[in-house]
Nanobody
Framework: QVQLVESGGGLVQPGGSLRLSCAAS????????MAWYRQAPGKQRELVAL?????????NYADSVKGRFTISRDNAKNTVYLQMNSLTPEDTAVYYC?????????????WGQGTQVTVSS
């Protein structure tokens, strides 16, 4: 009923930038929050950034990306973005979109399929 589709990943040199997009579609009644997670090879999935949708757009970032990454939203498009600047090889991972979305009343947590980000020279 609900799909999250990520785009924007790819290969970038250290110090470069990328912008990821995640569009939610389907039978959406309300989106409560959207977030980006990442998982590097051999590591656990970790929260990168989160933004609330239905209550003011507050944000939260992992310490490792503060000052470099910016999460933003376009409520009209049900889309969240992750602007990533000053990328380092340590940012290499599969990035996943995550969202709490209600189709009727109770929100359900959804995941996208992931998009690969590789930072390498």
């Amino acid at each position: 009923q609900v799909q999250l589709v990520e785009s924007g990943g790819g290969l970038v040199q250290p110090g470069g930038s990328l912008r990821l997009s995640c569009a939610a579609s389907g039978s959406i009644f309300r989106i409560y929050a959207m977030a980006w997670y990442r998982q590097a090879p051999g590591k656990q999935r970790e929260l990168v950034a989160l933004i609330t949708i239905s209550s003011g757009g507050s944000t939260n970032y992992a310490d490792s990306v503060k000052g470099r990454f910016t999460i933003s939203r376009d409520n009209a498009k049900n889309t969240v973005y992750l602007q990533m600047n000053s990328l380092t090889p340590e940012d290499t991972a599969v990035y996943y979109c995550n969202a709490d979305i209600a189709t009727v009343s109770t929100p359900v947590n959804y995941w996208g399929q992931g998009t690969q980000v590789t930072v390498s020279s």
